[in-house]
């Protein structure tokens, strides 16, 4: 069972997904829900003897493009909704071992390709809003299958935190002219301190006021919207540097380094948009090799992050991990 219920006092949507409690934990070693399916052993999520990269839709999805009624009625203080929707898995390879860091660049470049195809696809249904790209690496996570994986959400509103990102464009622009995240990718490069690799077209660095000790922004260094804005070569270049920060993520501490990877980009509920600007945050939950950052009061019922390391500090010491494997 599946619903939208609006939460009233924060103004925002909750997905009850009662589904979900299910989920495979780790499977045993030789079984994985996600490897090609082996003739004669038992059909895998995907069909077929090999692939490249495989998109299905999630088994366990919180959204349906046909969604069930919901068990409670709305009220006046209670609005409910069917949560229609789509929720759809993405394979970065047909090798079970590795991660995204692992990856060749051509590899990364194609499922560039399969995320921008997908953006742009379920961005055309009538009912999906925002078109939610992101992926949970580590146990620590709470990712349940280690074949490397990523997911899609599309959902039929804007999310809360993307609305914020766009209002916050929108009165940026009406201030000053200027697209608030170009100027922000300006004063990175000229400033420097933050930063931890950037190309052509990308800039990667620790944001000034960042919530977490690791967090990494990707952001286009050209105003890009989507990933429907990049040519070819750009793709490429995302492709790059994408390897370099996962593999100095990786090199830090010499193991998986895990994450929490979205997509920020233009919603797809028909507006223009055009003071938002493509960008990919990394949220990694470590603070140090042995100890995880976990929000408690002020994070969860305040908002308030308190980072007790300094941004400049984490950048530094990213900057000087090898970005080779
Ligand atoms: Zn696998
Ligand atoms: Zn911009
Ligand atoms: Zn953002």
């Known amino acids: 069972m ?13 997905i009850t997904a009662t589904n979900r ?8 070693k030789d079984y994985c ?11 895998t999520e995907v069909p077929s003897a090999d692939y ?12 349906r493009a ?6 409670v009625e709305g009220t006046d203080v209670y609005r409910v909704k069917p949560a229609q929707g789509l929720c759809e898995v993405v394979l970065y390879s047909a090798r079970h071992e590795g991660s995204l860091t692992d990856l060749s660049v051509a590899q990364i470049t194609r499922l560039i390709y399969v995320w921008a195809d997908r953006y742009e696809e379920l961005g055309s249904l009538d009912f999906v809003d925002y078109v939610f790209i992101f992926e949970n690496k580590g146990e620590v996570i709470g ?33 000053t002219g200027r697209c608030l995240f170009c100027d922000i990718v300006r004063e990175e490069m000229a400033d420097g301190r933050r930063l931890v ?18 967090e990494l922004h990707v952001y286009a260094r050209d105003h890009k919207l989507s990933l429907s804005d990049f040519d070819s070569r750009q793709r490429i270049d995302l492709a790059r540097i994408l390897k370099v920060v996962l593999t100095k993520f990786d090199n830090l501490w010499g193991f998986p380094f895990p994450y929490i ?50 941004p400049e500090e984490k950048a530094e010491e990213l900057r000087q991990v090898e970005p080779r494997s």
Not at 33 to 43: D, E, K
């Open 143 to 175: 990712v349940t299958v280690p074949h490397p994986h990523g997911q899609i959400y599309a959902f039929p509103f804007i999310p809360p935190r993307i609305q914020r990102e766009l209002e916050a464009g929108r009165r940026y622009v009406e201030r």
């Open 66 to 71: 046909v969604p069930p009624t919901p068990v």
């Open 52 to 63: 490249e990269i495989a998109v299905f839709e999630n088994k366990f999805p919180s959204m």
């Open 197 to 214: 690799a950037h190309s052509e077209s990308f800039v990667a660095f620790v944001p000034f006021s960042a919530h977490y000790p690791y």
């Open 33 to 43: 829900p996600l490897c090609p399916t082996i003739p004669g052993v038992a059909p």
């Open 2 to 14: 599946s619903e939208m219920r609006w939460d009233p006092v924060l103004e925002e949507w909750v």
């Open 261 to 310: 990877m979205v997509m920020h980009q233009k919603p797809t509920d028909g507006g223009s948009h055009d003071s938002y600007h493509f960008h990919i945050e990394f949220y990694p939950p470590h603070r140090a090799r042995d100890k995880l950052k976990y929000p408690a009061g002020t994070e969860v019922g305040g908002g308030v992050f308190v980072n007790d390391t300094l």
């Open 21 to 28: 409690h299910n989920r495979t934990f780790l499977p045993p």
